[in-house]
């Protein structure tokens, strides 16, 4: 059964270790596994794909204790970044597919109600990016959808 106010069922569930300790039972070194985020963003991976890479193949638990830095700060050193960020990227995809289901479901107000949340949001997010940047959403129909 549920809780009554959280709808949550309970505490169970996988959760990170509090200790920020590197495993000993690492086979990689902190050069090798930086070879290997640098070969993986030259095949066009993002962040986030980097880490579950490393995680599900590699048995790297969390970058950033090995390296002492986060994978996007690694690799906007190694200038290796996208213009956009890739969370913009998501939230413009997200904000382009309930705009086509609009299209098709004109009374749909939840979804209207939706495109109106996720604009809100990419216009915060447009803030990391430069001052001429401006969000149209015909032209992310061209460049992302």
Do not use: C
Request: aromatic content about 4%; glycine content about 4%.
């Amino acid at each position: 059964m549920a809780r009554m106010h959280s709808r949550t069922k309970g505490k169970s569930g996988s959760h990170k270790p509090s200790k920020k300790v590197k495993p000993v039972w690492l086979r990689y070194s902190e050069k090798e596994i930086e070879q290997i985020i640098l070969k993986l963003a030259k095949q066009e991976k993002t962040a986030s794909q980097i880490g579950i890479i490393l995680r599900d193949s590699y048995g790297i638990p969390d970058v950033r204790i090995i390296i002492n830095k986060k994978i996007t700060q690694f690799l906007k050193e190694n200038k290796l970044t996208h213009d956009i960020p890739e969370d913009l990227i998501a939230l413009i995809k997200n904000e382009i597919l309930i705009s086509k289901h609009l299209e098709l479901n004109k009374r749909d107000m939840a979804a209207k109600r939706g495109l109106l949340l996720t604009e809100s949001k990419i216009h915060k997010e447009a803030g990391k990016l430069p001052m001429d940047w401006k969000y149209d959403r015909a032209k992310a129909k061209l460049l992302i959808g």
